[in-house]
């Protein structure tokens, strides 16, 4: 399958000229690549996502696909394969009509149509279902079918707006790891909107955090999850303590819980920043290391297989995630010291 | 046509709105422009046809006598309807697609038909008048072209649109609403009066509303079956046009009507806004 | 239920249907008067009504000016419903009330409107006229069932389809109006039917020469001498019998698989599914 690299430029997308749905959002999306959008609703992931398909014109900016401009052509010019959040499978056709649809528009031979629909058929796991109509299908299968019919067109690029969000938690498990498959079968380049950090966790290669119509950050999974750039990018994603200070230089901090070290670029003397410390990056100590005042905890709440812990250290909010294995250790006390290592602490400049 | 329908590119709704402004421009407003018009230009310009309407007491008899049988229809068609609804709301099924069939054989059955067949039955030579003799009631009375006549066969025909206005809100009634305040101990009647009623006050509203004004000027069934000496207000409106070719009155009358027809969709729009009236009391 | 409700209820049906029936014996009544029970019975006045140029002229004039109400209707009411639903525009509310104006105007008002007019414009006594003033009164409800269709209506199926590389035109015609067929059709039946039913409009400007059928039967109720109006009425309420059977006959039959559905287990489920 062709894949092809998508660009955004600069684009701005405003209905009354004061609100900006889409502000200055600007993303280059390697071929083949696996981009997720994610945020809270009303951030403009799936504005941006529009505009892409061409649903919605961009205020001000350029999308490329590959070589091509294709801010002027029509949605149905531009050879983008969308899985929608309901499917919008065509109610009145049958699994085959629906996923030949895209072929009879290209006017592909009756023969080939057949042939290349039940092939996409068989790659998400349908062979036989073509005779059935989507009301007798379920949601997942719909799902499947909606994927066929998007990529049976083998399009240059392939947009999905929170496409498992209709599914149930075992299932959207499923299809996660069958996206994965998919994607990794095909080498299509694939942009996922999502408002769920976890899917977007465990299935990119990239993900482009959405807030308030602008882009806070992109980078891997794992950039996003330790090196956040922002305050909203590390508490939307995964759990956080967040820890006002400021800098001592060298890496040394002054915060309520006392001078904090940090893994960090340089950073000016005096300047405020927020440190971040992820819960499962503190762990009970031996003894009162390091001089560091006691947890004082106010509540525990038992997952099994770990224990979060919401106290405080001094006058400062603390979550902390304790494995299972150590949880014992904390039945019946009210107070225990904690450490971290100064690489886990972030910079939020 | 369909190009302009086509969802998302559409430029703007002006092509979509253009042909039916262009219509009612054209083929309903400049008509009932023509009827005030008329009104205010036949034979001379002025209000001399009002002012002789105002002074008719034949006028304000018509005017009585029709507002009298349009409530007269409006109560009586609630009276048969409402049961009928509510069975049709409550009972099996089965029951109910049998109810909701006779009032859709009897909804779509054009009233001529249904005029004609009253004819028969009401008529000097019908069952009614054979079974009143009969029972002894000699000379039998006339029934036929009566101000009952006509007031029977307007309710048996909307009673249809009544029932359809009462049923689109009572489905919507959650029957747990009953239960619950006959668990709360209320007497079935008490639980009906205090808990039924008020929630299908909306059906009873509407289907007042249709009522009412579909009779106000209603024209086929009273002409055909009423009394000539006890006209209604439609009635008399096509006489000026048939009979006394005087359109100068005519529309004097027509503009009455008019204004008192949407005097009350003036009332149920204030109180509950037009939108509901036709969807069926939803929304 | 209640067996008084459901006796009254039943009483009620009865008195709501059964004075129509009668027209069904006086069709074949041999009496020139409305004798009931007819003193002989007779073919003739439905070899009249499907002969006679009295009323087999109108018959053919109702069908003709139907079809037209429902054209010039639909050709109207598509786009302002698609306008109604789709887009927010300035004014929208007063457009709304506009055409929902012809079901606020008693019929009767614009009777004596079009009898001037149209005599202005040379329209009385010609199809024209009948169907541009039966289009108005069509108007209104044909409009309310396509807004309520187009309500329900799922967008994301057409952007899915332009997605798919279907061009606007090509999305209407494959996507849009064939899952909107049904409610195109019963606003087109609607429409129908409020012409071919419409009297009063009828009466008055569709003459001597188009008179619609129901203006024949009005008059021929009127001067109660011709007996083929017996026919004529028979006619109509059979097809109104028919027409409501037949709306009848599929949840009859959906009922009947669903019981199968329930008694036969998982095989005869299926079909139930399908056709609900």
């Known amino acids: 399958m062709n894949a092809r690299s998508l660009t955004l430029s600069n684009i701005t997308k405003t209905y009354d000229g004061r609100h900006m749905a889409a502000d200055d959002v600007s993303l280059d999306i390697k071929a083949g690549e696996f981009v997720s959008f994610l945020g809270p609703s009303g951030s403009g992931k799936t504005t941006t996502l529009m505009m892409i398909a061409g649903f919605q014109h961009p205020t001000s900016g350029e999308i490329r696909l590959g070589e091509r401009a294709i801010d002027n052509l029509p949605p149905h010019k531009r050879n983008i394969g969308m899985v929608f959040q309901n499917y919008a499978l065509f109610p009145h056709m049958t699994v085959a009509d629906n996923v030949g649809f895209p072929l009879r528009m290209r006017g592909v031979a009756k023969q080939d149509k057949e042939r290349r629909s039940r092939e996409a058929l068989a790659k998400v796991g349908l062979q036989g279902f073509e005779k059935r109509v989507p009301s007798e299908l379920s949601g997942g299968q719909q799902q499947r079918v909606a994927l066929a019919r998007a990529l049976v067109f083998e399009p240059d690029i392939i947009l999905l707006d929170e496409p498992l969000g209709a599914l149930d938690k075992a299932l959207r498990e499923h299809m996660q790891v069958e996206l994965k498959r998919i994607h990794k079968d095909l080498g299509v380049t694939m942009v996922y909107v999502t408002h769920d950090q976890s899917e977007a966790m465990t299935m990119s290669d990239r993900i482009a955090v959405f807030n308030q119509g602008r882009i806070e950050q992109v980078g891997t999974p794992n950039e996003i999850y330790r090196a956040p750039k922002t305050r909203f990018v590390a508490c939307f994603i995964g759990d956080s303590n967040l820890i006002e200070g400021s800098a001592l230089g060298g890496g040394r901090f002054d915060t309520p819980v006392g001078i904090v070290e940090a893994r960090s670029s340089q950073t000016d003397r005096n300047r405020r920043a927020d440190l971040l410390l992820r819960p499962e990056m503190i762990r009970i100590a031996e003894t009162s290391q390091g001089g560091r005042q006691p947890l004082k905890i106010d509540s525990t709440i038992n997952y099994g297989d770990n224990l979060l812990v919401i106290g405080k250290l001094g006058s400062q909010a603390i979550r902390m995630r304790v494995p299972g294995a150590d949880a014992r250790r904390l039945e019946g006390v009210s107070e225990c010291h904690v450490t971290w290592r100064a690489e886990d602490v972030h910079v939020i400049a | 046509m369909k190009l302009r329908t086509s969802p998302v590119f559409v430029e703007g709704p002006m092509p979509l709105i253009a042909p039916a402004v262009m219509f009612l421009s054209l083929f309903f407003l400049v008509p009932l422009g023509y009827v005030v018009w008329m009104s205010l230009s036949q034979p001379v310009i002025g209000l001399q046809n009002f002012g002789r309407l105002l002074n008719s007491s034949l006028f304000a008899s018509v005017l009585y006598s029709t507002f009298k049988t349009a409530l007269l229809v409006t109560l009586l068609s609630l009276l048969f309807a409402y049961p009928l609804a509510y069975a049709a709301a409550n009972g099996s099924k089965r029951f109910a697609t049998f109810l909701l069939t006779v009032v859709a054989l009897s909804f779509w059955t054009s009233y001529l038909v249904r005029t004609y067949a009253w004819m028969v039955i009401l008529g000097n030579q019908g069952p009614v008048t054979a079974l009143l003799s009969w029972l002894g009631w000699d000379p039998a009375p006339k029934i036929l072209f009566t101000t009952f006549s006509a007031t029977l066969a307007m309710t048996h025909a909307l009673i249809p649109f009544m029932t359809m206005s009462l049923f689109a809100v009572m489905k919507r009634i959650d029957p747990l609403y009953v239960r619950a305040a006959e668990n709360l101990g209320a007497h079935p009647l008490r639980a009906f009066v205090s808990v039924y009623l008020p929630l299908s006050a909306p059906g009873i509203v509407n289907g007042c509303t249709l009522v009412f004004i579909t009779c106000l000027g209603f024209y086929v069934m009273p002409v055909l079956l009423g009394s000539p000496r006890d006209q209604m207000i439609a009635g008399i409106i096509g006489d000026q046009i048939e009979q006394t070719l005087d359109f100068g009155l005519g529309s004097a009358i027509s503009i009455v009507l008019l204004a008192l027809t949407l005097a009350v969709y003036a009332v149920y729009n204030r109180f509950f806004g037009l939108d509901r009236l036709w969807a069926g009391g939803d929304r | ?276």
Request: glycine share 6%; aromatic share 12%.
């Open chain 3, 1 to 276: 239920m209640n067996v008084w409700i459901r006796s009254l209820a039943i009483l009620i049906a009865a008195f709501v249907a059964a004075p129509m029936f009668i027209v069904i014996p006086m069709s074949f009544s041999s009496a020139a008067s409305l004798a009931f029970p007819p003193p002989g019975y007779t073919l003739q006045n439905y070899v009249n009504f499907f002969s006679d140029p009295n009323w087999t002229q109108p018959l053919t004039n109702s069908l003709l000016i139907g079809l037209g109400t429902v054209c010039m209707t639909m050709l109207v009411a598509v786009p302002a419903s698609f306008a109604l639903v789709r887009h927010v525009f300035i004014g929208r509310t007063v457009f709304n009330l506009l055409i929902m104006l012809p079901m606020i105007v008693p019929t009767i008002v614009m009777a004596i409107g079009y009898y001037i007019y149209f005599g202005q414009l040379r329209l009385v006594q010609s199809y024209l006229g009948v169907i541009l003033a039966h289009s108005c009164i069509a108007l209104p409800m044909s409009t309310l069932i396509l807004t309520a269709a187009l309500k329900g209506f799922d967008r994301s199926v057409e952007r899915a389809a332009m997605n798919l590389g279907a061009s606007p035109f090509t999305t209407f015609r494959l996507i849009t109006f064939p899952i909107l067929r049904p409610a195109f059709t019963v606003a087109g039946l609607f429409a129908f039917i409020a012409s071919f039913d419409e009297a009063v409009i009828g009466l008055f400007i569709s003459g001597r020469d188009k008179a619609t059928l129901p203006r024949q039967m009005f008059n021929a109720v009127r001067q109660e001498a011709d007996p083929t109006i017996s026919a004529a009425s028979s006619f109509l309420f059979l097809l109104v019998l028919a027409g409501v059977c037949i709306w009848l006959a599929p949840q009859l039959v959906r009922r009947r698989t669903r019981l199968l559905g329930q008694t036969d287990g998982n095989g005869a489920a299926q079909p139930a599914a399908a056709t609900s």
